[in-house]
Protein backbone atom coordinates (compact mmCIF):
# COMPACT_ATOMS: atom_id res chain seq x y z
CA UNK A 1 0.00 0.00 0.00
CA UNK A 2 1.10 3.08 -0.36
CA UNK A 3 1.57 5.86 2.20
CA UNK A 4 1.73 9.33 2.58
CA UNK A 5 3.20 10.54 6.14
CA UNK A 6 3.02 14.31 7.20
CA UNK A 7 4.70 15.07 10.29
CA UNK A 8 1.86 17.30 12.00
CA UNK A 9 -1.49 16.44 12.36
CA UNK A 10 -2.27 19.88 14.19
CA UNK A 11 -0.19 22.98 13.98
CA UNK A 12 -0.82 26.02 16.26
CA UNK A 13 1.46 29.12 15.21
CA UNK A 14 1.95 32.66 15.30
CA UNK A 15 1.56 35.50 12.34
CA UNK A 16 4.79 36.20 11.07
CA UNK A 17 6.04 32.62 12.58
CA UNK A 18 7.97 30.23 9.81
CA UNK A 19 5.78 27.48 9.23
CA UNK A 20 7.61 23.79 8.14
CA UNK A 21 5.12 21.56 6.56
CA UNK A 22 6.98 17.72 5.68
CA UNK A 23 5.89 15.18 3.49
CA UNK A 24 7.12 11.62 3.34
CA UNK A 25 6.14 9.17 0.94
CA UNK A 26 7.40 5.64 0.57
CA UNK A 27 6.17 4.68 -2.98
CA UNK A 28 9.24 5.84 -5.01
CA UNK A 29 7.02 8.13 -6.62
CA UNK A 30 7.98 10.67 -8.85
CA UNK A 31 5.42 13.35 -8.46
CA UNK A 32 4.30 15.66 -5.13
CA UNK A 33 1.75 17.89 -4.70
CA UNK A 34 0.61 20.13 -1.99
CA UNK A 35 -3.05 21.50 -1.60
CA UNK A 36 -5.16 23.47 1.30
CA UNK A 37 -8.87 22.87 1.46
CA UNK A 38 -11.02 25.30 3.03
CA UNK A 39 -14.87 24.74 3.43
CA UNK A 40 -16.62 26.29 -0.03
CA UNK A 41 -13.33 25.75 -1.79
CA UNK A 42 -12.26 22.84 -2.06
CA UNK A 43 -8.91 21.51 -3.19
CA UNK A 44 -6.80 24.34 -4.22
CA UNK A 45 -3.48 23.09 -5.38
CA UNK A 46 -0.41 25.14 -3.84
CA UNK A 47 2.92 23.67 -5.48
CA UNK A 48 4.08 20.05 -7.16
CA UNK A 49 7.14 18.38 -7.84
CA UNK A 50 7.88 16.05 -11.00
CA UNK A 51 11.49 15.54 -9.75
CA UNK A 52 13.78 16.03 -7.23
CA UNK A 53 14.90 19.50 -6.42
CA UNK A 54 12.38 20.67 -9.15
CA UNK A 55 9.12 22.39 -8.46
CA UNK A 56 6.37 24.04 -10.26
CA UNK A 57 3.24 26.78 -9.01
CA UNK A 58 -0.07 25.36 -8.72
CA UNK A 59 -2.90 27.94 -8.53
CA UNK A 60 -2.38 29.53 -5.23
CA UNK A 61 1.34 29.69 -4.77
CA UNK A 62 1.50 33.37 -3.00
CA UNK A 63 2.86 33.03 0.64
CA UNK A 64 4.17 29.46 0.15
CA UNK A 65 7.76 28.11 -1.06
CA UNK A 66 8.86 24.24 -1.43
CA UNK A 67 11.47 22.20 -1.28
CA UNK A 68 12.17 18.74 -2.61
CA UNK A 69 15.75 17.57 -1.78
CA UNK A 70 14.89 13.73 -1.72
CA UNK A 71 12.79 12.13 -4.01
CA UNK A 72 10.55 11.09 -0.79
CA UNK A 73 10.28 14.13 0.80
CA UNK A 74 8.20 17.26 -0.02
CA UNK A 75 8.50 20.08 2.57
CA UNK A 76 5.95 23.42 2.51
CA UNK A 77 7.26 26.43 3.54
CA UNK A 78 5.12 29.39 5.06
CA UNK A 79 7.68 32.18 5.09
CA UNK A 80 5.75 34.49 6.85
CA UNK A 81 2.13 33.15 8.60
CA UNK A 82 -0.54 35.14 8.16
CA UNK A 83 -3.76 34.58 9.67
CA UNK A 84 -5.64 33.83 6.16
CA UNK A 85 -3.42 30.68 5.58
CA UNK A 86 -4.89 29.01 8.35
CA UNK A 87 -6.45 25.46 7.00
CA UNK A 88 -6.02 22.08 6.31
CA UNK A 89 -3.02 21.34 4.22
CA UNK A 90 -3.19 17.91 2.15
CA UNK A 91 0.23 16.58 0.67
CA UNK A 92 -0.46 14.00 -2.16
CA UNK A 93 1.82 11.47 -4.35
CA UNK A 94 1.49 9.90 -7.52
CA UNK A 95 3.52 7.81 -9.45
CA UNK A 96 3.57 9.72 -12.98
CA UNK A 97 1.62 12.96 -14.03
CA UNK A 98 -2.03 11.26 -14.64
CA UNK A 99 -2.17 9.05 -12.28
CA UNK A 100 -4.02 8.82 -9.14
CA UNK A 101 -2.63 11.02 -6.46
CA UNK A 102 -2.44 9.64 -2.91
CA UNK A 103 -3.03 11.92 -0.06
CA UNK A 104 -1.79 11.90 3.60
CA UNK A 105 -4.07 12.69 6.55
CA UNK A 106 -3.63 16.31 6.71
CA UNK A 107 -2.28 18.86 8.73
CA UNK A 108 -4.86 21.48 10.36
CA UNK A 109 -3.15 24.63 11.35
CA UNK A 110 -3.88 26.86 12.80
CA UNK A 111 -2.34 30.69 12.47
CA UNK A 112 -3.65 33.26 15.40
CA UNK B 1 -10.79 26.90 -16.77
CA UNK B 2 -12.17 23.56 -16.52
CA UNK B 3 -14.00 22.73 -13.59
CA UNK B 4 -15.33 19.91 -12.24
CA UNK B 5 -18.74 19.68 -9.85
CA UNK B 6 -20.92 17.57 -8.43
CA UNK B 7 -24.78 18.14 -8.65
CA UNK B 8 -26.04 18.06 -4.94
CA UNK B 9 -23.74 19.08 -2.00
CA UNK B 10 -25.25 16.69 0.54
CA UNK B 11 -26.89 13.25 -0.04
CA UNK B 12 -28.81 11.55 2.91
CA UNK B 13 -29.45 7.89 2.39
CA UNK B 14 -31.10 5.21 4.36
CA UNK B 15 -28.61 2.41 5.90
CA UNK B 16 -29.16 -0.62 3.25
CA UNK B 17 -30.44 1.30 -0.06
CA UNK B 18 -28.17 2.32 -2.67
CA UNK B 19 -26.28 5.71 -2.79
CA UNK B 20 -25.66 7.75 -6.44
CA UNK B 21 -23.39 10.70 -6.57
CA UNK B 22 -22.80 12.31 -9.34
CA UNK B 23 -20.73 14.65 -10.85
CA UNK B 24 -20.03 16.52 -14.36
CA UNK B 25 -16.74 17.68 -15.76
CA UNK B 26 -16.15 20.13 -18.62
CA UNK B 27 -13.13 18.85 -20.36
CA UNK B 28 -14.06 16.10 -23.10
CA UNK B 29 -10.50 15.59 -23.58
CA UNK B 30 -10.05 14.37 -20.24
CA UNK B 31 -9.40 10.38 -19.95
CA UNK B 32 -8.93 9.44 -16.59
CA UNK B 33 -11.28 10.13 -13.58
CA UNK B 34 -11.25 9.12 -10.03
CA UNK B 35 -12.99 8.72 -7.21
CA UNK B 36 -12.06 9.62 -3.42
CA UNK B 37 -13.65 9.40 -0.11
CA UNK B 38 -12.72 11.91 2.64
CA UNK B 39 -13.59 11.04 5.86
CA UNK B 40 -13.59 13.50 8.80
CA UNK B 41 -10.48 15.08 9.95
CA UNK B 42 -8.83 12.25 7.17
CA UNK B 43 -7.12 12.53 4.02
CA UNK B 44 -8.83 12.03 0.46
CA UNK B 45 -8.83 7.86 0.31
CA UNK B 46 -8.74 6.55 -3.31
CA UNK B 47 -11.84 4.44 -4.25
CA UNK B 48 -11.99 3.21 -8.27
CA UNK B 49 -11.00 5.29 -11.22
CA UNK B 50 -12.11 5.01 -14.49
CA UNK B 51 -10.42 5.69 -17.89
CA UNK B 52 -12.10 7.17 -20.69
CA UNK B 53 -11.93 4.43 -23.00
CA UNK B 54 -14.54 2.40 -20.44
CA UNK B 55 -17.91 3.42 -19.53
CA UNK B 56 -18.14 1.57 -16.47
CA UNK B 57 -16.07 -0.11 -13.87
CA UNK B 58 -16.89 -1.80 -10.75
CA UNK B 59 -15.34 -2.40 -7.29
CA UNK B 60 -16.22 -4.19 -3.92
CA UNK B 61 -19.86 -2.52 -3.58
CA UNK B 62 -19.05 0.82 -5.79
CA UNK B 63 -19.67 1.15 -9.86
CA UNK B 64 -18.72 3.68 -11.72
CA UNK B 65 -20.39 4.92 -14.61
CA UNK B 66 -18.72 7.19 -17.68
CA UNK B 67 -21.19 9.04 -19.97
CA UNK B 68 -18.59 11.11 -22.03
CA UNK B 69 -21.76 12.50 -24.31
CA UNK B 70 -23.09 14.27 -21.79
CA UNK B 71 -19.74 14.43 -19.84
CA UNK B 72 -21.02 13.18 -16.54
CA UNK B 73 -19.62 10.21 -14.14
CA UNK B 74 -21.44 8.68 -11.32
CA UNK B 75 -20.42 6.59 -8.23
CA UNK B 76 -22.77 4.02 -7.08
CA UNK B 77 -22.56 2.27 -3.85
CA UNK B 78 -24.35 -0.98 -2.93
CA UNK B 79 -25.76 -1.26 0.31
CA UNK B 80 -24.87 1.96 1.87
CA UNK B 81 -23.41 1.55 5.36
CA UNK B 82 -22.89 3.54 8.34
CA UNK B 83 -19.21 3.92 7.57
CA UNK B 84 -19.88 5.25 4.00
CA UNK B 85 -20.13 8.48 5.44
CA UNK B 86 -18.25 10.87 4.27
CA UNK B 87 -17.76 13.70 1.64
CA UNK B 88 -17.39 12.47 -1.70
CA UNK B 89 -15.20 13.78 -4.68
CA UNK B 90 -14.56 13.28 -8.08
CA UNK B 91 -11.47 14.04 -10.30
CA UNK B 92 -10.67 14.78 -13.63
CA UNK B 93 -7.19 14.23 -14.78
CA UNK B 94 -6.67 17.21 -17.36
CA UNK B 95 -2.22 18.42 -16.70
CA UNK B 96 -2.96 17.22 -13.11
CA UNK B 97 -5.91 16.71 -11.52
CA UNK B 98 -8.89 18.66 -11.13
CA UNK B 99 -11.22 18.15 -8.07
CA UNK B 100 -14.97 18.83 -7.51
CA UNK B 101 -16.15 20.68 -4.89
CA UNK B 102 -17.83 17.14 -3.33
CA UNK B 103 -21.11 15.75 -2.21
CA UNK B 104 -21.44 14.56 1.62
CA UNK B 105 -23.17 11.19 1.96
CA UNK B 106 -25.23 11.06 5.27
CA UNK B 107 -26.17 7.41 6.01
CA UNK B 108 -29.30 7.39 8.96
CA UNK B 109 -29.53 4.25 10.18
Known amino acids: DVKVTQSSRYLVKRTGEKVFLECVQD?????MFWYRQDPGLGLRLIYFSYDVKMKEKGDIPEGYSVSREKKERFSLILESASTNQTSMYLCASSLHGKETQYFGPGTRLLVL | GESVGLHLPTLSVQEGDNSIINCAYSNSASDYFIWYKQESGKGPQFIID?????DKRQGQRVTVLLNKTVKHLSLQIAATQPGDSAVYFCAEAWGGLIFGQGTTLQVKP
Open chain 1, 27 to 31: MDHEN
Open chain 2, 50 to 54: IRSNM
